[in-house]
């Protein structure tokens, strides 16, 4: 399985912007906002997750 994968974040996709922008004004992750990830996103690396509460912030991976 792999443990990658990649968010682009050209201006011209801008749904895909707008979840950027939404995990990071989320202030119940504020502490995790400044260090989500666009490009190659590893395990361990922040990036935005679309849940029914919204985008957010989490952690990429598996937990130990």
Same mark, same amino acid.
């Given at each position: &399985?792999? %443990? $990658? =994968? =990649?968010?682009? +974040? *050209? +201006? /011209? @996709?801008?749904?895909? $912007?707008? @979840?950027?922008? *939404?995990?990071? /004004? /989320?202030? $119940?992750? #504020? +502490? &995790? ?5 666009? %490009?190659? @996103?590893?395990? !361990? /690396?922040? #990036?935005?997750?679309? !849940?029914? +509460? %919204?985008?957010?912030? &989490?952690?990429? %991976?598996?937990? $130990?």
């Amino acid at each position: &399985m792999c %443990g $990658r =994968y =990649y968010v682009a +974040d *050209e +201006d /011209n @996709i801008i749904e895909l $912007r707008e @979840i950027i922008q *939404e995990a990071q /004004n /989320n202030l $119940r992750y #504020a +502490d &995790m906002a400044s260090q989500i990830k666009t %490009g190659e @996103i590893f395990p !361990t /690396n922040v #990036a935005p997750v679309v !849940t029914s +509460d %919204g985008a957010i912030p &989490m952690k990429w %991976g598996f937990p $130990r």
